[in-house]
């Protein structure tokens, strides 16, 4: 099996990927703009071959790339980034391949849209928030007339909360729409609820064969707007309520043979059309794992190995890997070097010793939403996940 991983140098645990695919006897061949020297060993070791493009936005030079493959090793059976920002290239590349293990063109634009996506939720029984393809001012002020302030804006094929925004009134309202970015923006009613994810390694059939759950703070978008510190966990279970809705909303999208991360609210106040408290809503279909060191964190949460499970999908379409029955909290906590905290480092590793499973200084490129260090612990609860993460972010 001729396997195509495109960036596989980046984000950085990604090589763990090709490693497992290694493992289970897959030639893996990647793609990637940085130099061979500068690839980590791991990764060097997994790939039978590196082809490196000057710019990766060069659809011509990923072409030339894969073509490249494919002439030398024959057919190509996978292309995939498992990255949010490389997904339509993906498909591009697939459909121009005749690739048929992963999505289409036509087919990708549905996992992208913010705004198609809504049909899809509603096939599989999950409310949304209304939401507005916004064209002009006049028809957003009608949408606004429907759903009332606030809401929230942003681009309909967006990654994570880049350039998203909350309108409470209509003086927000005048000054986005004086300096309306040139993309297509949408507008949702807002909705008041925790961030919680059902992340899933998916079959052929889009049958579960990992599943784990993660709870995210209230708004990356503040996070990201206002610098704030970026702390979340996964849990060591999940809601009945939201397996069933998580499995709904992949089935619904044809979410077949992918690494998925699937948003939802969990109500803190009752929304009419939508639900009580307590009841999940639908958020976001991203088609692809979580991000950051998230895979990393769910296995110090399930005791597995998610990048084994993935890459047993690609070999076998089944799982191998078993359950361990051995679960925790995993708990992150991110600092910005424009803060003064009043934990040294040293104090973090003092206090919690074992319990602090890795550490790293974050890629500059991640900065806006993360920071610039993570701090990522077991915990036995939810309890002491939240007292971990107030020990690291307190600030001076």
Request: charged residues 30%.
């Amino acid at each position: 099996m001729n396997f195509i991983f495109i960036s596989p140098q980046f984000p950085p645990i990604y090589w763990s990927f090709c490693d497992r695919l290694k493992r289970n006897g897959v030639n893996v061949l990647g793609i990637g703009d940085s130099p061979y020297d500068a690839l980590a060993d791991g990764l060097k070791g997994a790939l039978t071959e590196y082809y490196r493009v000057e710019n990766m936005e060069d659809y011509d030079q990923m072409f030339r790339a894969v073509a490249f493959f494919s002439f030398k090793y024959g057919k190509i059976d996978w292309i995939e980034s498992n990255n949010e920002y490389w997904l339509e290239q993906d498909a591009r590349l697939r459909t121009d391949f005749n690739v048929t293990t992963g999505v289409n063109l036509k087919e990708v634009k549905c996992f992208k849209s913010k705004f198609g996506m809504k049909e899809f939720y509603k096939r599989a029984g999950v409310p949304t928030a209304r939401c507005h393809k916004i064209t002009t001012r006049e028809a957003a002020r009608e949408f606004i007339a429907l759903v009332g302030y606030p809401v929230i804006v942003k681009p309909d094929n967006g990654v994570g909360a880049v350039a998203t925004y909350k309108l409470e009134n209509d003086g927000d309202f005048d000054a986005f729409f004086d300096d309306l970015p040139g993309v297509q923006y949408v507008m949702e009613e807002f909705v008041t609820g925790d961030i919680y994810s059902y992340d899933a390694i998916t079959d052929s059939k889009c049958e579960p064969l990992f599943e784990s759950m993660t709870a995210w703070p209230p708004s990356i978008m503040d996070i990201v707007n206002e610098k704030l510190d970026l702390a979340y966990y996964v849990e060591d279970s999940m809601p009945d309520s939201l397996r069933r809705l998580g499995r709904a909303t992949a089935k619904s999208f044809g979410a077949r043979s992918r690494f998925i991360h699937l948003e939802f609210f969990k109500l803190t106040k009752a929304k009419p059309g939508l639900g009580e408290v307590g009841d999940f809503v639908g958020l976001e279909v991203n088609m692809r794992p979580a991000g950051s060191y998230t895979p990393d964190m769910m296995n110090f949460a399930h005791s597995t190995d998610v990048y084994e499970i993935w890459a047993e999908m690609v070999a076998y379409d089944r799982r191998v890997l078993p359950e361990s029955g051995d679960d925790h909290f995993s708990v992150t906590a991110d600092r910005r070097d424009i803060y003064r905290y009043v934990h040294t480092n040293e104090e973090i590793f003092s206090r919690y010793g074992e319990k602090i499973v890795k550490y790293e200084r974050l890629p500059a490129i991640w900065e806006d939403q993360m920071g610039n260090e993570t701090f990522i612990a077991q915990a036995a609860g939810r309890e002491e996940a939240e007292e971990f993460i107030r020990f690291v972010q307190e600030r001076a």
